[in-house]
């Protein structure tokens, strides 16, 4: 099998600019992720993709459909893509989280492996084993083909981590921008990571970094 993958970080939400944990929950494309969105669309305007997917969260699909419109290509919705559910921290600054609850915070930050949000949250792993549940299925549907994938922070850098054959413990070594290109080569032998959050394609979004 090769599967040769282009993976984008969603654009910016209201809740990106505010530094707001997201998860399960959404809010709508800030005016800069809309620029963006058309952007990222522009980038990979000229790319042979045979299909755009998404996770089922608005941000995700939003930002996937102006790539799509670009090709002609309807978006294709995968719940396994979907972001890292926070449970109660849905919607909380990162400050209130880390004034509420410092010792989960600093787990997260320097053990995350190691974290299980309250309220009924996922842990890494959680996420870990439904977003290569979905890796699988794009694999064995798109031999030979290039797809693009809009996922989020969480679950786009769990790929990558998967790719460099790097643990969950690793998930802060990777910085992926919003609507930061990366591209993946899958085989039945061995992968590449040919390219990590590149964002030539934002020069000319106001803000945009």
């Not at 755009?52 to 396994?80: K, M």
């Not at 977003?131 to 769990?158: F, K, P």
């Not at 993946?184 to 990590?196: I, K, P, Y």
Request: glycine share 6%; aromatic share 8%; charged share 25%.
């Amino acid at each position: 099998m090769a599967l040769r993958l282009f993976l984008i970080r969603h654009a910016q939400t209201l809740w990106n600019r505010d530094r707001r944990y997201q998860g399960w929950q959404d809010s709508p494309l800030s005016d800069v992720g809309r620029g963006q969105a058309e952007a990222v669309a522009r980038a990979l305007s000229q790319e042979p993709l045979k299909a755009v997917y998404s996770s089922t969260l608005g941000r995700a699909r939003q930002t996937a459909a102006a790539i799509a419109a670009a090709h002609g290509l309807t978006v294709r919705e995968d719940a396994d893509f979907r972001e890292m559910a926070f449970g109660e921290w849905e919607g909380l600054c990162f400050d209130d989280c880390k004034a509420q609850d410092p010792d989960r915070f600093r787990l997260w930050a320097d053990e995350p492996h190691r974290f299980v949000p309250p309220g009924g949250g996922e842990t890494l792993e959680d996420v870990r084993t439904r977003v290569l549940a979905g890796l699988e299925r794009l694999r064995r549907e798109h031999d030979a083909q290039s797809v693009c994938l809009v996922a989020h922070g969480v679950s786009a850098r769990i790929i990558i981590l998967e790719v460099l054959g790097l643990p969950l413990e690793r998930i802060w070594s990777i910085h992926l921008a919003s609507t930061g290109i990366s591209e993946l080569e899958f085989r039945h032998d061995w992968t590449a990571l040919h390219r990590m959050n590149t964002l030539v394609h934002l020069d000319a979004v106001p803000v945009a970094r």
